[in-house]
T-cell receptor, first 110, second 113 residues
Framework: ELKVEQNPLFLSMQEGKNYTIYCNYSTTSDRLYWYRQDPGKSLESLFVLLSNGAVKQEGRLMASLDTKARLSTLHITAAVHDLSATYFCAVDPLNEKLTFGTGTRLTIIP | DVKVTQSSRYLVKRTGEKVFLECVQDMDHENMFWYRQDPGLGLRLIYFSYDVKMKEKGDIPEGYSVSREKKERFSLILESASTNQTSMYLC????????????FGSGTQLSVL
């Protein structure tokens, strides 16, 4: 059974600081997704990482994938308040069914 | 833009009631999915469908069934609602074979009393 673990589950950080969210998964996959969810809203796609070593960046967020280590990271640079949200990673083990992590609730404190 | 529409944002039902959650997508996607979201557990797949009249169980199908009579519509059915089915339900859709991202609806918060 595929397991996807994120840590930390909760993260409070000050504006301007850097931090990383980790996503570990238990089976082979060459594709990983990051989603964002604002309170009371649905999930919005952030990144699709397609291969080992893939790195994608948008604004203050950068995601990377290491398929050999079965690890993806979401790095936040110089955090700002509007990045406060819950972030999910999801893994596709080649069958088009995504398995999601538990989510990381990020709160940016002024 | 892809639109995935869930018919109700909030629902309150009583234990034992039959509950229908409706989802419609407008992008001609073959794949459709139902997830439930619970605090600390992330999203868990209930059922999915790769085509009309076709369905497959996800990770937690017990207590649920689905219907897909038309390509654009995927319904989740709780035959006899129970309190442990109180949750946020999310519908999603995608194109098949591309392994592209899922497009999600806005969710239905179901409370079973």
């Amino acid at each position: 059974e595929l397991k996807v673990e994120q840590n930390p589950l909760f993260l409070s950080m000050q504006e301007g600081k850097n931090y990383t969210i980790y996503c570990n998964y238990s089976t082979t996959s060459d594709r990983l997704y990051w989603y964002r969810q604002d309170p009371g809203k649905s999930l919005e796609s952030l990144f699709v990482l397609l291969s080992n070593g893939a790195v994608k960046q948008e604004g203050r967020l950068m995601a990377s994938l290491d398929t050999k280590a079965r690890l993806s990271t979401l790095h936040i640079t110089a955090a700002v308040h509007d990045l406060s949200a819950t972030y999910f990673c999801a893994v596709d083990p080649l069958n088009e069914k995504l398995t999601f992590g538990t989510g990381t609730r990020l709160t940016i404190i002024p | 833009d892809v639109k995935v529409t869930q018919s109700s944002r909030y629902l309150v039902k009583r234990t034992g009631e039959k509950v229908f959650l409706e989802c419609v997508q407008d992008m001609d996607h073959e794949n459709m999915f139902w997830y439930r979201q619970d605090p600390g557990l992330g999203l868990r797949l209930i059922y999915f469908s790769y085509d009309v009249k076709m369905k497959e169980k996800g990770d937690i199908p017990e207590g649920y069934s689905v219907s897909r009579e038309k390509k654009e519509r995927f319904s989740l059915i709780l035959e006899s609602a129970s309190t442990n089915q109180t949750s946020m339900y999310l519908c999603a859709s995608s194109f098949p074979g591309t392994r592209e991202k899922l497009f999600f609806g806005s969710g239905t918060q179901l409370s079973v009393l």
